[in-house]
């Protein structure tokens, strides 16, 4: 729609706070990191070594081309289910949406195991598909099912059933009317998953370093190599400044696309749009798209529960009653209750810090749109697209003054912020945008005060958009390792690096499979209970 | 400052607490190689007082760097001279990279344990290895270099035939410890019978034993061609607390943190004097003759040789 609305429907109050807190949030703990530590590398031989070295362009090419592959296929597989989350009910939803969430969190080293031993030497597949590509893609999709079903499916269970069903009376097919009538609606949040999962497909660390084998390395896996085995920080930056600059290309095009596209629409209460399945042929594309989603996803998933059972040469709860103390023969690090609680504790920080910054964020890139409101987008999710070697090592050298936190274990929850930012961002952008701005200037022209008419239309809505936000805020903290072990922190173990370092033991891999478990359990609750607060009185949005 | 793997029981450190009224707050900072390269960028406003775990493989790069204020515990004297390799920091404790093999599944292919490096290269073994990657992983590393130190670069048959005659032999190459030793490893569902590991790995799984401790290990340990790794602890310069930092290294050598170190990292102490548990001594392998390479010259190398393996074996 067109730039310059009259004043009176622009919303809402606190303006300079809109840009102003996210820009220091930002400039502080991500901008001036990246700046000192790339500074300190950059170096014309470093280019050149890049440029020259047929390997690490092979690398780049790798790099792009899987990412992409990972995020059609993910788009696509995704999809039906995103459009059954949302146009129906059926027994369960709630449990399954969090359910879903589940792969998202899991470490790469835990997602890893539970892959080789389904498709790795002597798999229960029967197939061998270790250092492999389809194992890495696999992965991918497996990891951001999630990411699609809930973004896509957050608008589309928004959208309005009478527009289909209006296509249809006038005579359109089923395909028709989806190809000339949602998909065009559904735009900016496919575009907003597809971002995400290229970016975290991108910048794949753990995921291609296991299922890859050696043969297979991304920019992010080159990064890490230069920087923590060769400190060869001419080499990394030059890597470093490749992905960003390709990152950055990414979104730039994405946020003009955004723009430009996006249609004004009536979002509908969820209650409206989505009803129980009717007559056999809904009922089993419903069955048929749940059950093959959850066999897909479920799969990797069980074999974690498996081998957490398997003990002493049989089945018992041995590996979790093991985990219950510190102490004991050989010591144990931690309790599952001390990690737990430092998880959780984690979580909620990196939580209120993502959902603080992203609505805020989110509002500038929403309503302002001009060049400034573009830039701040791609910046906001340049996170996303930065190796966490390279964040880590820029907090050593940026963040010992005006107050050194280097060592302060504030540090943990920033980073997860970091990346759970472009989530609450992506997830609450579209439907700030989709909110009709008719229905705003009506509120204003009946005499309601731009304040009021923010807090009665576009509040409500944007609150639950947040609220999915905050799920995944809270689900990627819950999950992060690879930042979190960079970092140089107080010694107060997540449940993801007590998994890590459970595995680093001979031994203890059954405590490492427990340890997921409660990991898995422990994500599911906690999205559950999140998306349980209801805003507003306008019905489930 | 340390690494991911240290482990230290919570009654040694209050022991310290105790003695000296010092409190130890522990600073974690990724795997060995991300701590040391943590440890040089900021080495003008260090993060902590004393750095522990820097190995043989990143020892040079660190004390090049001038990250310690130099000091070795006098209790040092007593610890074998192989173990001082720099007197800028104090060895505390060593373990020894070595082949792991599966009785069973070695028993089942119908050979016996290879008794030495060189056997690997036999077509009796095709097939039944499983390494991992240098540039990614630590113990691979370690194992490159113990073939370096044992076919050496001047010798008729050089580490680069037997890592040629290997990659012809079908070794398999896992990205990282874990993936080899739990999903490639014939012991853990995997397919083969051989894996590079550590000595310490069959206590380990005793230790660790899921439910009843087994009466016999299921695998064994290859003595030839271990590759040694000292860990050193060391006095970060730029400290302003020297006094308590030295007592610190002095107390990690000391017999108290000495004897905690065997069961909780899997490694052998320093000191001479401390008494090391029987169900780590009775499974531990100790090699006949371990290897081991100058820091000085892995610091120059590293990069071409792994660059060089890369060629060799992935290419």
């Known amino acids: ?368 749109r001009d060049r400034v409101s573009r830039w701040f987008d791609a910046l906001l999710m340049l996170p996303l697209g930065t190796s966490a070697v390279t964040i880590g090592f820029g907090f050593l050298l940026a963040l010992g003054w005006p107050v050194d936190l280097r060592t302060s274990w504030i540090l943990v929850p920033i980073a997860h912020s970091l990346v759970a930012i472009p989530f609450v961002v992506r997830t609450v952008v579209p439907v700030m945008r989709s909110v009709r701005a008719r229905l705003r200037e009506a509120a204003a022209v009946l005499g309601a005060p731009p304040g009021q008419v923010w807090r009665e239309i576009d509040l409500p809505m944007i609150a639950r958009a947040g609220l999915v936000g905050a799920g995944f805020a809270f689900a990627i903290s819950l999950g992060e390792f690879g930042a979190t072990s960079f970092i140089a922190r107080p010694d107060r173990p997540t449940l993801p690096i007590a998994i890590f370092r459970f595995l680093g033991l001979p031994g203890r891999f059954g405590q490492a499979m427990a340890m997921s478990v409660i990991l898995m359990v422990v994500t599911a609750a906690a999205v559950l209970l999140i998306e349980r607060f209801r805003v507003g009185h306008v019905g489930e949005f | 400052m340390t690494h991911e793997s240290f482990l230290v029981s919570d009654d040694v450190l209050a022991a310290f607490t105790s003695e000296t009224g010092v409190e130890v707050e522990i600073l974690r900072a990724g795997d060995a190689g991300a701590m040391v390269n943590q440890a040089i960028l900021t080495k003008d406003a260090p993060l902590a007082d004393v750095l522990f775990g820097v190995d043989t493989t990143f020892l040079s790069r660190a004390v090049e760097a001038g990250i310690f204020d130099p000091y070795e515990s006098p209790a040092a004297s007593a610890v074998p001279a192989d173990l001082r390799l720099d007197p800028a920091v104090t060895p505390i404790d060593f373990g020894d990279v070595c082949l792991n093999y599966d009785r069973a599944a070695l028993e089942a292919a119908g050979v016996p344990p290879p008794a030495a490096l060189r056997d690997l290269t036999d077509p009796a073994y095709r097939g039944l290895l499983v390494v991992e990657n240098p540039a990614t992983s630590s113990p691979g590393l370690a194992f490159l270099l113990a073939t370096i130190a044992t076919f050496p670069e001047d010798a008729g048959y050089t580490w680069r035939d037997f890592w040629t005659e290997l990659a012809a032999n079908d070794v398999a190459v896992a990205s990282g410890w874990e993936e080899a030793y739990y999903s490639t490893f014939s012991f853990s569902g995997g397919d083969r019978p051989l894996v590079v590991s550590y000595a310490s790995s069959p206590p380990a799984e005793i230790v660790f034993a899921e439910g009843e401790p087994p009466a016999e290990v299921s695998t064994g340990v290859v003595t030839d061609g271990c590759f040694r790794q000292v860990e050193f602890a060391g006095v970060l310069a730029g400290t302003d607390r020297r006094d308590d930092a030295r007592a610190l290294v002095d107390f990690m050598l000391g017999l108290e943190f000495q004897e905690d170190v065997p069961l909780n990292m899997f490694v052998f102490p320093a000191n001479p004097e401390a008494a090391i548990p029987d169900v780590f001594l009775d499974h531990t392998a100790i090699p006949t003759r371990p290897v081991t390479v100058d820091p000085a010259a892995i610091e120059t190398n590293r990069e071409q040789w792994i660059e060089t393996w890369t060629q060799l074996v992935l290419r």
């Open chain 1, 1 to 368: 729609m067109d730039a310059a609305r009259p004043a009176l429907t622009r919303p809402p109050p606190l303006a300079g706070l809109r840009v102003l807190v996210p820009a220091v949030f930002l400039g502080w703990f991500f901008v001036y990191p990246l700046a000192r530590i790339l500074g300190r590398g950059m170096s014309a031989d470093g280019f050149r070594e890049v440029l020259t070295d047929t390997g690490l362009l092979e690398v780049a090419w790798f790099t792009v081309w899987q990412a992409a592959v990972s995020t059609t296929l993910t788009m696509v597989l995704a999809l039906p289910a995103a459009y059954v989350f949302a146009r129906f009910e059926f027994p369960g939803k709630a449990a399954a949406r969090a359910l879903l969430t589940v792969p998202f969190v899991l470490p790469t080293v835990v997602v890893g195991s539970a892959f080789l031993a389904l498709a790795g030497p002597g798999g229960a597949l029967g197939v061998r598909w270790d250092e492999s590509v389809g194992l890495i893609l696999a992965a991918h999709v497996f990891y951001n099912f999630a990411v699609v079903v809930r973004t896509v499916g957050g608008l589309w269970s928004h959208l309005d059933p009478r527009l289909v069903a209006a296509a249809r009376v006038l005579g359109a097919s089923p395909w028709q009317a989806f190809r000339r009538v949602t998909l065009p609606l559904l735009r900016p949040a496919l575009a907003a998953a597809g971002s995400i999962v290229f970016l975290f497909s991108f910048t794949s660390f753990g995921v291609v370093l296991i299922l890859g084998g050696a043969r297979f390395a991304t920019l992010e896996v080159e990064i890490y190599r230069q920087t923590t085995s060769f400190l060869d920080l001419g080499v990394a930056a030059a890597l470093a400044v490749l992905q960003l600059a390709g990152v950055t290309a990414i979104l730039l095009a994405y946020s003009r696309y955004q723009e430009r596209r996006t249609v004004e629409q009536t979002l509908r209460p969820v209650a409206e749009a989505a009803r129980r399945p009717r007559g056999w042929r809904e009922r089993l594309l419903v069955a048929g798209v749940l059950g093959s989603s959850a066999v897909a996803l479920g799969a990797p998933l069980l074999v974690l529960v498996e081998r957490s059972l398997r003990f002493g040469g049989g089945y018992g709860l041995g590996n979790y009653r093991a985990l219950g103390s510190r102490g004991g023969r050989g010591g144990l690090f931690t309790s599952a209750t001390e990690a737990i609680g430092n998880s959780l504790g984690f979580a909620a920080v990196a939580t209120v810090l993502a959902v603080v910054v992203g609505m805020l964020a989110a509002s500038v890139v929403a309503y302002r």
